[in-house]
């Protein structure tokens, strides 16, 4: 069996009936303290280091010494390690990179280098300029659980009896290999853990038995005579993490209170002092998923993080640094998150981190001289904030035309991946909105660290069409981990379109007005979607009362130059109204622009059928005459003197201004006879009309019929059918002279049995 660096999971045990930590000793007292509340904010980072490094914002520390630390940068998509060694004097980066190789070392300035399979491992001295310092060799059937310094610790099975024994590793004065025996860890152990806090001392934690015998063990061994000074035993709870100063031990482990391991985590951590004493235990409580606590000693004082928060998908009030006095009392917070923290020669904590004030990077923390919260001193940076922020804006329009796109996108790259917040949108005007809720998933999902928003062209969660105008926007985001303060950014919009027949709303699709009988005028908008006492639509509103006094109210389009449409209405004594259109869906006070209207009995307007750009308006005289008012652009005299068009029309009783059916870039007109036959007459653009195409019979039972412009956004104008009894359709335009419309369609507005309206326009 080849010789190999042995790194095992930690199994999961747990006993039912063990419910408290064992003391050191038989008999000694356990001291249980309750978990307080969330660790207080400590001193601000003391100090900066001379010379600060720069590391990769996805570096982990793995090993420190008295002149660097050693850090580990995986590759994901290549499934490849970087390794670097950082001086602490001047912020230099050495490469160690070796193919097929990897770096290791723990509390020293000697870093191990093994090639997997291999029975040697190479010793580098990174205080060197040449770091090559020889190496040792093994036989097979021993394995390295660990570096303490200069050393490795080793198992070597018994072939005849299976027992282990364990020696610690180094290369000799003549340079062949040493192995000093730790005598004091019993044959049937199984190494978990190998660490070194504190000068002198290591850490060998080990578990014995199995199933319901299992027990774990803390032994401190005596890194040059091999010596176990002491051994503490544990518990059959699941073992986290151990360190060891010169007066105190410290352990997390795990408890499972309803017995199941899939289940609620309680983190404990326990202190003891050296060599006897009580067992002081702090519940920390509940722990998600497979949050990996870590603990370490600073004089008098204990700390205690849950490593990776920083890209956690939830919350933990355990993912800063925080330090407790050994004695008793609150805890402190050192430091926002944490990535890694090892300890070096000293037995300092070396902690890639963060902290909101500082930013990313590697921080040392140290025991106080003078007996308070340990101190902080950043020594490398990776220039990035700890904070959520934006690294870039990578798209975000100030002009979008909803002609040419259904929508816009946003999108940031942030420098955190896993994120949860909301992106509104707020038309000036109106005040309507529209919130999109953004939540990324993990680094690995989402490794560019981008917030994207698809933004649909539309308000009021998705049901209204965005109206033209200016617009305001508002990003917030939190990053889930619960580290740091909510991102926000702002920013502006404005939204355009061509004008569109038939909309009052400015907001690019057609409204119908209609009358109901107690002389009320309600607004719908096509584009619907829901259902308002029998009327689905997005924006049903009553306009105002009183309109009983018009025997003829029509929408005639833009006449005054403004980008939305206006109606006329013709009062009893035959005087002709102008409602100029405000653009949010209402109307000015009305305007008198004629009088003598009564001789007319239809009117029709919209269409533009001389091609000036004006909206043109015809009527029929009791004679069957049909006449032609060109418009003029002028609010004031929106019409010309009349044109006489043609006679004949008294067989008609419904004329509807269409728009542009026939593919030409004039108005035209449909009219209905007597015997319900609906008859084109395409535009010739002089204001005539050339030869009638018959549409088809059986539209007589339709009450009105209303020319609502492209009402499904094909560029072909569409025709709108109402009867009261029946409901109301949609005949879509087909843009072929010869066959206009397509066989209609059903839509949600003015149901059959709902409230009937007249008229319908």
């Known amino acids: 069996m080849q010789n190999r660096l042995i790194v095992r999971h930690r199994r999961r045990h747990l006993a039912a009936a063990v419910t408290a930590v064992l003391a050191l000793t038989a008999g000694t007292a356990l001291v249980a303290t309750p978990a307080t509340a969330a660790p207080a904010p400590g001193p601000a980072v003391g100090q900066k280091a001379e010379a600060i490094g720069t ?367 909301s992106f509104t949108l707020r038309h000036t005007r109106t005040g309507k909105t529209e919130q999109i809720f953004i939540s990324t998933t993990d680094g690995t999902a989402n490794p560019d660290n981008k917030a994207t928003v698809d933004w649909s062209g539309k308000l009021a969660y998705s049901s209204v069409a965005a109206f033209n105008g200016d617009y305001t926007w508002d990003l917030r985001l939190k990053p889930r981990s619960g580290i740091g303060p909510e991102l926000r950014k702002t920013g502006a919009l404005k939204v355009v379109r061509k004008a569109a027949a038939h909309d009052f709303s400015d907001n690019g699709t057609p409204d119908i007005l209609a009358r109901d009988s107690a002389g009320r005028v309600w607004r719908d908008d096509l584009n619907n979607s829901v259902s308002v006492d029998g009327v689905p639509t997005t924006d049903h509103k009553v306009l105002g009362s009183g309109w009983n006094i018009y025997d003829q109210i029509e929408a005639v389009g833009n006449v005054a130059g403004a980008p939305v449409s206006d109606l006329v209405a013709r009062d009893k004594d035959g005087v002709l109204w102008l409602y100029l259109g405000k653009g949010d869906g209402t109307f000015a006070p009305r305007t008198k622009i004629g009088t003598g209207w009564k001789a007319y009995n239809k009117i029709t307007g919209g269409s533009d059928v001389n091609n000036d750009g004006k909206a043109d308006l015809f009527a029929t005289d009791t004679s069957g005459v049909l006449w032609l008012y060109k418009g003029t652009g002028n609010w004031q005299a929106p019409y010309g003197a009349r044109t006489r068009v043609g006679g004949g029309w008294g067989v008609m009783n419904q004329i509807t201004a269409t728009g542009n059916l026939g593919g030409t870039v004039h108005g035209d007109l449909v009219a209905r006879d007597t015997t319900g036959v609906l008859w084109l007459y395409p535009s010739t653009g002089s204001g005539t009309f050339g030869t009638r195409v018959r549409v088809g019979g059986g539209w007589g039972g339709y009450t009105q019929l209303v020319g609502t412009g492209d009402f499904d956004r094909d560029g072909r104008a569409d025709l709108f059918a109402y009867s009261p009894g029946g409901g109301s359709f949609l005949h879509r335009g087909t843009g072929n002279l010869s066959a206009p419309f397509a066989p209609r369609t059903s839509i949600g507005v003015y149901l059959p049995g709902s409230t009937a309206h007249s008229p319908v326009i």
């Open 55 to 421: 590391l990769p914002q996805d570096a982990r520390v793995t090993g420190a010494g008295a002149t660097g630390f050693l850090s580990t940068v995986q590759h994901y998509d290549t499934y490849t390690t970087d390794f670097l060694w950082t001086k602490y004097a001047d912020g230099s980066t050495t490469v160690l990179n070796k193919p097929n190789t990897s770096f290791f070392g723990t509390g020293s300035d000697i870093v191990w280098g093994h090639q997997a399979g291999s029975l040697s491992y190479s010793m580098y001295d990174m205080t060197q300029a040449n770091t090559s310092a020889g190496g040792v060799s093994m036989n097979n059937g021993t394995y390295a659980h660990g570096a303490i310094g200069s050393g490795l610790v080793t198992t070597t099975e018994d072939r005849n009896t299976g027992a282990v024994s364990v020696a610690i590793l180094r290369k000799g004065p003549s340079g062949a290999p040493v192995s000093t025996p730790v005598p004091g860890i019993p044959g049937d152990a199984n190494l978990i853990k190998v660490v070194l806090t504190t000068p002198g001392t290591a850490v060998i934690a080990y578990e014995t038995g199995r199933a319901e015998t299992l027990r774990y063990h803390l032994a401190a061994v005596d890194t040059v005579t091999g010596e176990v000074l002491e051994t503490r035993p544990a518990s059959s709870l699941e073992f986290g993490d151990v360190a060891l100063s010169a007066t105190h031990w410290s352990w997390i482990e795990y408890d499972y209170p309803d017995g199941d391991l899939g289940g609620k985590r309680v983190a404990l951590l326990h202190t003891a002092p050296r060599g006897g004493g009580a067992t002081t235990t702090i519940d920390l409580g509940l722990v998600t998923g497979g949050a990996s606590m870590r603990t370490g000693l600073l004089g008098d004082w204990v700390t205690y993080t849950s490593v990776g928060g920083f890209q956690s998908t939830g919350p933990s009030p355990y993912y800063p640094l925080a330090a407790r006095p050994l004695g008793g009392g609150a805890p402190v917070k050192l430091l926002d998150h944490v990535v890694s923290a090892v300890s070096d020669t000293d037995g300092s904590l070396v902690v890639r981190g963060g902290s909101l004030t500082e930013g990313e990077g590697v921080y040392k923390v140290t025991a106080n001289e003078t007996g308070g919260a340990p101190t902080v001193t950043k020594v490398a940076t990776s220039n990035t904030p700890t904070a959520l922020g934006i690294v870039s804006q990578d798209a975000a329009p100030t002009v979008v035309d909803l002609d040419k796109n259904q929508g816009a996108r946003f999108s940031w790259t942030l420098t955190q991946p896993n994120v949860d917040g």
